[in-house]
């Protein structure tokens, strides 16, 4: 039984300055940077969209594929993350969840090096944090948000706490950084 630690989108976009901030999203990085030497499995996501997709009439244009917005913020350790997932990558749908990544298939992958839990973090708690651990959840993989290592866009603004709270009726487990305890 291993635990693998999932970093969502902590892309230049969705931090301050970027094209679709998400309010304080830059404050996850301090923290992941802390959690990332307990795991030592370390994998992230990223918003990675063609330039023209029906994703763009919802939201304004983020995270293109190759351009600035789309690299990480240049303060998380990302010399840590030992394989990135490609997700949002269809001019069709939104393509939120990490378990849609199309460059490489993230269940199949878990699967393979023996990861039974997931300790998902990043960026948005609403958006594709919510979708990448319900869709963990729903595929058998014990399942962990940290929440100060996650922050919501809050288009409406208890969208986050309402978020973290479908999570935990669904089975998520909702702990703090501090009780993520050294492991493998
Ligand atoms: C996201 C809105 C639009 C996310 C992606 O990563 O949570 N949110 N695209
Ligand atoms: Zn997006």
Redesign the pocket.
Known sequence: MSRALFI??VQND?CPGGA?PVPDGDAVVPVINVLIPRFSFVFASK?WHPEHTK?FEK?PP??IQGTRGARFHPQLNRGAIQQVFLK?TSTED?G?SAFEATNRDLETFLRQKGITQLYVVG??T????KQTALDAVRRGFETFVVVEAVRA?NVQPEDGQKALEMMQQAGVNIVHADDVANGS
């Not at 609403?126 to 944090?129: E, L, R």
């Open positions: 969502v989108d969705f679709l918003d994703h939201w983020h995270c949002g939104d939120y960026l948005a609403d958006y594709c944090v866009v």
